[in-house]
């Protein structure tokens, strides 16, 4: 039996309007601050509007602390220079992730939103996040999954068969970048369910591999037999066409030479 792992992958995000209500600073302050990034988006979303996070939410509370204390901006650009980003924000965010919209995952794995929703409620797939005005937002990893989903589909897996791939990917997921939030026994039996499943698809890979060898043989060899046959009734065709023609060109000409003969009695 599945247990999902008790992690939940979704957490809020902020655009740059929540962004400012939540950390308090002037607008201008936080441009400066991005400008001198000592202050980053946590990523952006379909590669143009930027987003933060709570990590994002964290060091600005802490640099609205350094402003409440009496530091000015200048001050402030030095002081988060010198000790860095916070180390909560720091292993969260890492380079910063790129989400998408369910518009945009449906175009990049050429499907349409209505699909996206349809696996959602099935439980196959998830958002990671929330965008202020309630969309959607999915990691750059549900692109990987959502191939799969199609490929599995091809296959001949129902939903629910996929969904116990969908939902052990996830787990794999939060066990590569939350291992400290989870049970290490939790951890490895999960791991052993991932092994098991990675192990049952590689065999049936292979069982499809050597299905898709002998169709191949089998198309080849039809697509041979197709060109023979129909090289033989384009020849017949013709040899048809040439016959019908020499026949018509015959009786026109015994036509012209009755013609002749009548002239000639006259």
């Given at each position: 039996m599945?247990?999902?792992?008790e992690?939940?992958?979704?957490?809020?995000i902020?655009?740059?309007?929540?962004f400012?209500k939540?950390?308090?600073?002037?607008e201008?302050?936080?441009?400066?601050?991005?400008k001198?990034q000592?202050?980053?988006p946590?990523g952006?979303?379909?590669?143009?509007?930027p987003?933060?996070?709570?990590g994002?939410?964290?060091?600005?509370?802490?640099?609205?602390k350094?402003?409440?204390?009496?530091?000015d901006?200048?001050?402030?650009?030095?002081?988060?220079?010198?000790?860095?980003l916070?180390?909560?924000r720091?292993?969260r965010t890492?380079?910063?992730r790129?989400?998408l919209?369910v518009?945009?995952l449906?175009?990049?794995?050429?499907s349409?939103?209505?699909?996206?929703k349809?696996?959602?409620e099935?439980?196959?797939?998830?958002?990671?996040s929330?965008?202020?005005?309630?969309f959607?937002?999915?990691g750059?990893?549900?692109?990987?999954?959502?191939l799969?989903i199609?490929?599995?589909?091809?296959?001949?897996?129902?939903?629910?068969?996929?969904?116990?791939?969908a939902?052990?990917?996830?787990?794999?997921l939060?066990i590569?970048d939350?291992?400290?939030d989870?049970?290490?026994?939790?951890?490895?039996k999960k791991?052993g369910?991932m092994?098991e499943?990675?192990?049952?698809l590689?065999?049936k890979m292979r069982?499809?591999?050597?299905?898709i060898?002998?169709?191949?043989?089998?198309?080849?060899q039809?697509?041979r037999e197709?060109?023979i046959?129909?090289?033989?009734?384009?020849?017949k065709?013709?040899?048809?066409?040439k016959?019908?023609?020499?026949a018509k060109?015959a009786?026109?000409?015994?036509?012209?030479?009755?013609?002749?003969?009548t002239?000639?009695?006259?």
């Amino acid at each position: 039996m599945n247990v999902n792992v008790e992690v939940s992958m979704a957490e809020p995000i902020y655009d740059k309007k929540e962004f400012l209500k939540k950390v308090a600073l002037a607008e201008e302050t936080v441009d400066a601050l991005l400008k001198a990034q000592v202050l980053r988006p946590a990523g952006r979303v379909d590669d143009e509007m930027p987003y933060f996070d709570e990590g994002s939410a964290e060091a600005g509370e802490a640099i609205a602390k350094l402003f409440e204390i009496g530091y000015d901006l200048d001050e402030v650009i030095r002081i988060r220079r010198k000790i860095g980003l916070p180390k909560k924000r720091a292993a969260r965010t890492g380079k910063g992730r790129h989400l998408l919209t369910v518009g945009a995952l449906a175009k990049r794995i050429d499907s349409n939103a209505r699909t996206i929703k349809h696996w959602e409620e099935k439980g196959i797939i998830e958002p990671d996040s929330y965008s202020p005005g309630g969309f959607r937002i999915y990691g750059e990893h549900y692109v990987k999954l959502c191939l799969l989903i199609q490929d599995l589909q091809l296959f001949g897996y129902s939903l629910d068969e996929i969904k116990i791939f969908a939902d052990l990917f996830r787990d794999f997921l939060a066990i590569r970048d939350r291992p400290d939030d989870l049970d290490p026994a939790l951890i490895l039996k999960k791991a052993g369910r991932m092994k098991e499943q990675v192990a049952g698809l590689n065999s049936k890979m292979r069982l499809f591999e050597k299905g898709i060898d002998r169709w191949r043989g089998l198309l080849k060899q039809k697509q041979r037999e197709l060109s023979i046959m129909t090289a033989k009734i384009e020849k017949k065709h013709r040899k048809g066409g040439k016959d019908a023609g020499t026949a018509k060109a015959a009786v026109k000409g015994d036509g012209q030479k009755k013609s002749k003969k009548t002239n000639s009695k006259g």
